[in-house]
């Protein structure tokens, strides 16, 4: 496919191991401009190294700020994929159906990660700022390969800019990981004998097969958790191992629907069901005591994110639901990127999400294997909180309390512990 070709060239021009044939105006006039396939249209050549910018920075319309660029921008700009990430998952970026004009296109990759960001010009054209190189003009897909093809729109507002220069004042600031449930989130912890959580997961599946019938769908709750888990397992058996990797619930089930029932649904529409599903299940579902209090007072000093094994699709509605997803700046869940916490790229795609180093960044959480002793193998500080009802999972880990512990019932002692770490 002539597509792919373009794709696959790119890739080796568009490569760290090219970056200064890409971004440097010279070595870009004499090196790289004439290897360029013809579909390509460089509409301005690389900046100077001070002046320089990102794809985020362009679509944002924001590269006359001077804050933005060169040097003084580069460290903030890095992390604009995990921003603008988090900008969607809060609504900030309303997403559209179909692209218009003037409307932000985002890539993403094979993983679910952003990778690049243009403005539509029109209902197939780009104009794109490609890294730090130039401005091109270009077809939706011809793009590097490791781009991904996955595509979403969405219109830029004021409040978008607004959001994004908040928080360029703000940075650097430390980075605060948060585990969710059990940590900050009190909700009933599943049952781990098989015979009573399927009797728990089928709680779910009755009003989610409820709401199908609305898309002409009739499916008894036990036959649609067949196929459901028939493919989840299949997620497992394609090489992956089931301690170290985790399965997204929103795509199996719109695989379900798509291939054994002939019906696509939308995400809107997905993330619905999902939430019956889950509001069903979930039996209660509230903030521990101090919880809102203590991340409003952190919030205000530092940076904070989620890191949690968990299914995106319906943690975000839930922080939502109970009012402190306007607390976090970047949301990490393990479903999205497809590992659990028991592994350390879990924690090393954090890191690249918030575009920090470990030694800037504390991972809070109640289980002391991998909330504590994962993160600490990479560099983080950690700090260990001590829940009555998963604190005795982890008596045989220790021959001593770990130094930084606080109890739930002290959480809101958790600024002062945070700040003598880090002074």
């Not at 010009?121 to 590097?144: A, N, R």
Request: charged fraction near 30%.
């Amino acid at each position: 496919m002539k597509a792919n070709n373009i794709r696959f060239k790119l890739d080796n021009i568009v490569s760290s191991e090219n970056e200064d044939n890409w971004w440097r105006t010279e070595l870009f006039e004499r090196n790289v401009r004439r290897r360029l396939p013809k579909e390509l249209e460089i509409v301005v050549p690389p900046p100077a190294e001070k002046a320089n910018f990102n794809c985020f920075i362009y679509v944002l319309g924001l590269q006359n700020d001077p804050q933005f660029l060169g040097h003084l921008g580069w460290e903030f700009s890095r992390t604009l994929g995990g921003i603008f990430d988090g900008m969607i998952r809060k609504e900030i970026l309303q997403r559209k159906v179909r692209s218009e004009k003037d409307d932000l296109i985002i890539y993403r990759t094979s993983r679910g990660i952003i990778s690049h960001a243009g403005i539509m010009i029109s209902s197939e054209k780009v104009l794109s700022k490609w890294s730090w190189g130039p401005i091109i003009k270009h077809s939706i897909f011809d793009v590097p390969n490791h781009y991904g093809s996955q595509t979403e729109f969405y219109k830029v507002t004021d409040q978008v800019k607004e959001f994004v220069v908040k928080l360029k004042k703000r940075y650097p600031q430390k980075i605060i990981f948060f585990d969710l449930y059990q940590t900050l989130l009190d909700v009933k912890i599943s049952s781990v004998d098989p015979s009573i959580k399927l009797k728990e997961e089928l709680i779910g599946w009755v009003p989610f097969t409820e709401e199908l019938k609305k898309y002409g769908i009739t499916v008894t709750a036990n036959d649609f958790l067949k196929l459901y888990g028939k493919r989840r397992d299949d997620f497992y058996t394609a090489n992956r191992d089931e301690k170290f990797h985790h399965h997204n619930m929103q795509s199996i089930i719109a695989e379900v629907l798509e291939k054994d029932f002939n019906s696509k649904r939308s995400l809107d529409e997905l993330l619905n069901l999902v939430y019956v599903y889950r509001k069903a299940s979930r039996s209660w579902l509230r903030l521990y005591p101090d919880v809102f209090e203590t991340l409003s007072v952190l919030s205000n000093e530092y940076t904070l994110s989620t890191a949690s094994h968990t299914q995106g699709s319906f943690t975000q509605l839930e922080l939502r639901e109970l009012n402190v997803e306007k607390l976090f700046s970047y949301f990490v869940y393990s479903s999205d990127i497809g590992l659990r916490k028991e592994s350390l790229e879990f924690y090393k795609h954090a890191l690249e999400i918030v575009g920090r180093e470990a030694k800037d960044c504390v991972m809070i959480g109640d289980n002391y294997d991998v909330d504590i002793l994962v993160p600490q193998k990479l560099g983080f500080k950690t700090i260990w909180v001590k829940n009555p009802l998963t604190v005795s999972r982890y008596a045989h880990l220790f021959k001593q309390e770990t130094k930084d512990t606080i109890s739930l019932k002290e959480f809101a002692k958790l600024p002062e512990v945070i700040e003598r770490i880090f002074n």
